[in-house]
């Protein structure tokens, strides 16, 4: 399984940006997804998960309201909408899939099988 992300980038406090994550190699339905961030000199944090149908999403308290995940099964791909954003969510956000994992692991990194290798988000104040 390749996971791919994209769409970071500069943007300043209070925009938007919009971050993909592309994944080839098997069938993208069966995974549920996550999307984590790592600001230098940090620990990777939980920003949002996401199962399988959609059925249930979970946010990061600091990304709550302000973040919106989702996932588009026919074109296998992940999605973190992200608006409001804040100089304290600049940080290398990575996506994540498992097949395994249970709901409550959701949001424990350690819980994900496969990893993209992150895409970069700066917000300057």
């Known amino acids: 399984v390749q996971l791919q992300a994209s769409g970071g980038g500069l943007v300043q406090a209070g925009g938007s940006l919009r971050l993909s994550c592309a994944v080839a190699?098997?069938?993208?339905?069966?995974?549920?997804m996550g999307w984590f961030r790592q600001a230098p000199g940090k620990e990777r944090e939980f920003v949002a998960a996401?199962?399988?149908?959609?059925?249930?999403?979970f946010y990061g308290d600091s990304v709550k309201g302000r973040f919106t995940i989702s996932r588009d099964n026919a074109k296998n791909t992940l999605y973190l909408q992200m608006n409001s954003l804040k100089p304290e969510d600049t940080a290398v956000y990575f996506c994540?899939?498992?097949?395994?994992?249970?709901?409550?692991?959701?949001?424990?990194?350690?819980?994900?099988?496969?990893w993209g290798q992150g895409t970069l988000v700066t917000v300057s104040s």
């Open positions: 996401i199962t399988q149908s959609s059925s249930s999403t």
């Open positions: 190699g098997r069938t993208f339905r069966n995974y549920r």
């Open positions: 994540a899939a498992s097949e395994t994992i249970i709901i409550s692991s959701m949001r424990s990194s350690g819980a994900y099988k496969y």
